[in-house]
T-cell receptor, first 115, second 112 residues
Framework: EAQVTQNPRYLITVTGKKLTVTCSQN?????MSWYRQDPGLGLRQIYYSMNVEVTDKGDVPEGYKVSRKEKRNFPLILESPSPNQTSLYFCASSSMTGGGKNIQYFGAGTRLSVL | KQEVTQIPAALSVPEGENLVLNCSFTDSAIYNLQWFRQDPGKGLTSLLLIQSSQREQTSGRLNASLDKSSGRSTLYIAASQPGDSATYLC???????????FGAGTRLTVKP
């Protein structure tokens, strides 16, 4: 079954404590990305990756890091979380055709609260 | 910078009605446009993807159209059902950037 798996689904942490949200896909997709979703602001892209070792900033990259050492994994790292990073986070992946992305598959989401 | 707008922000209809959701985008240089469904607290599910060279796509009771030159897409839902209640988002894949641009969504409620 085609899947994008995020862990954890829920996370409560304190300011400054480093955390990692994992994302894994089983579809051999080239493209992976991270979004955050906030009420009234919609879905905003944090980082994306076109392939292994290729990552780039989206709209709201400040305070986040990513890595793409393997094609299937794309972890999101918050080195020093702050309360304004409290949000619902989604990982997504898709294959690529002719420069464009195909159907995007989304994970179930990670609800993060930073106290 | 590509901007995506969805109107209306919320819509409530009685069961059985046909309805149209609108999506507009500012830059017509896109690879494709996708329509997604999101249930509360859940991830997004892709409903339809229209390539830039296509005019429409259909899946069951859903029909999405694309007018790239005018920067518009519509999602038509026929014979709406309470199970269609969700937020519907459109997203464009811009040619000039490798990111994806999402609209804020239309929250649809179908009343029994």
């Amino acid at each position: 079954e085609a899947q994008v798996t995020q862990n954890p689904r829920y996370l409560i942490t304190v300011t400054g404590k480093k955390l990692t949200v994992t994302c894994s896909q089983n579809m051999n997709h080239e493209y992976m990305s991270w979004y955050r979703q906030d009420p009234g602001l919609g879905l905003r892209q944090i980082y994306y990756s076109m392939n292994v070792e290729v990552t780039d900033k989206g709209d709201v990259p400040e305070g986040y890091k990513v890595s793409r050492k393997e094609k299937r994994n794309f972890p999101l790292i918050l080195e020093s979380p702050s309360p304004n990073q409290t949000s619902l986070y989604f990982c997504a992946s898709s294959s690529m055709t002719g420069g464009g992305k195909n159907i995007q598959y989304f994970g179930a989401g990670t609800r993060l609260s930073v106290l | 910078k590509q901007e995506v707008t969805q109107i209306p922000a919320a819509l409530s209809v009685p069961e059985g009605e046909n309805l149209v959701l609108n999506c507009s985008f500012t830059d017509s240089a896109i690879y494709n446009l996708q329509w997604f469904r999101q249930d509360p607290g859940k991830g997004l599910t892709s409903l339809l993807l229209i390539q830039s060279s296509q005019r429409e796509q259909t899946s069951g009771r859903l029909n999405a159209s694309l007018d790239k030159s005018s920067g518009r897409s519509t999602l038509y839902i026929a014979a709406s059902q309470p199970g269609d209640s969700a937020t519907y988002l459109c997203a464009v894949d811009p040619v000039l950037n490798n990111d994806m641009r999402f609209g804020a969504g239309t929250r649809l409620t179908v009343k029994p």
